[in-house]
């Protein structure tokens, strides 16, 4: 993934992380809307069987399994403690570049962390497999 590209930095304003919403199924007499859930970092991301996961572009927190009275700013900053863009106090529109600069290196923070964790996880995975079957030929079970 190129860390830098424009797709990546676009997430950074509302209006685009809006457009991802096509489909959320929380729409009215809800807290969860498309707006709301915008406004404080979240993009849609849905998959074929789970319509409902938002991920906050910033932390990179996913959360499905959302329920009408979910408040997506109490749910960001529950879950995710440590992400700078909820505790933003101003809008991304009046940073200072070196404001912004230090919050993108925040970002990529969470990204390389994201990354590294699946490459253990698959490693892990790897290893497990290779472990069973190496056991697997010393019963002769193979
Ligand atoms: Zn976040």
Redesign the pocket.
């Known amino acids: 993934m190129n860390t830098f590209d424009e797709a990546d930095l676009k997430m950074y304003f509302y209006e685009n992380r809006l457009k991802t919403y096509e489909g959320w199924p929380f729409n009215e007499d809800c807290t969860c809307t498309p707006e709301n859930m915008a406004r404080v970092?979240f993009i849609h991301t849905p998959s074929e069987n789970s319509p409902d996961i938002a991920m906050?572009f910033?932390?990179l927190?996913e959360l499905e399994g959302w329920e009408p009275e979910d408040d997506p700013e109490k749910e960001?900053k529950s879950h995710?403690p440590s992400?700078h863009?909820?505790a933003l106090k101003k809008k991304v529109e009046e940073l200072t570049v070196e404001e912004f600069l230090h919050l993108e290196k925040e970002k990529l923070k969470f990204m390389i962390k994201k990354k590294g964790n699946e490459a253990i996880a698959k490693f892990e995975e790897a290893a497990k497999q290779k472990n069973t079957n190496i056991i697997k030929t010393a019963l002769g079970e193979e």
């Open positions: 970092g906050c910033f932390c927190k960001h995710s992400c863009f909820i």
